[in-house]
């Protein structure tokens, strides 16, 4: 079973595929943040909806490949980043909105595909 932590540090089996301005295994667009040091290689996926008085609401998904340690951080936030929140498989079948179950689905699945495909390291082994 997935469970996305506070912490998800996998480590990287393909760094060969991480290219930013490419799209990892022809889904994710990747991009370098210049921002950090090391310099990473990045994914953001966003889960958002307004309101009936325009406030924003949603979750994210995003990861940071770091080349010179050779991993990869995953972590989920909503409010615009300033909450994290944790989950497993399990809870995709409680009670949460729409857009969380989006959000938590997208990400359970992601890093599923990553360890399917032999980019990141099963951390559960």
Known sequence: MIEISERNIYEVLRPDLFIPGTKLLGKYQLWRNTAVTPNL???????????????????????????????????????????????????????????DRQCMGFAINLVKELIEEGVIKDSRS
């Open 41 to 99: 290689i990045c994914f953001r996926k966003d889960f958002h909806s307004y309101d009936s008085n325009g406030f924003d609401h949603g979750n994210d998904v995003w990861f940071g490949f770091n080349p010179e340690e050779n991993t990869l951080r995953l972590s989920c936030s909503s409010m615009g980043g300033m909450c994290g929140f944790v989950f497993s498989e399990e809870d995709l079948e409680d009670k949460h909105t729409d857009l």
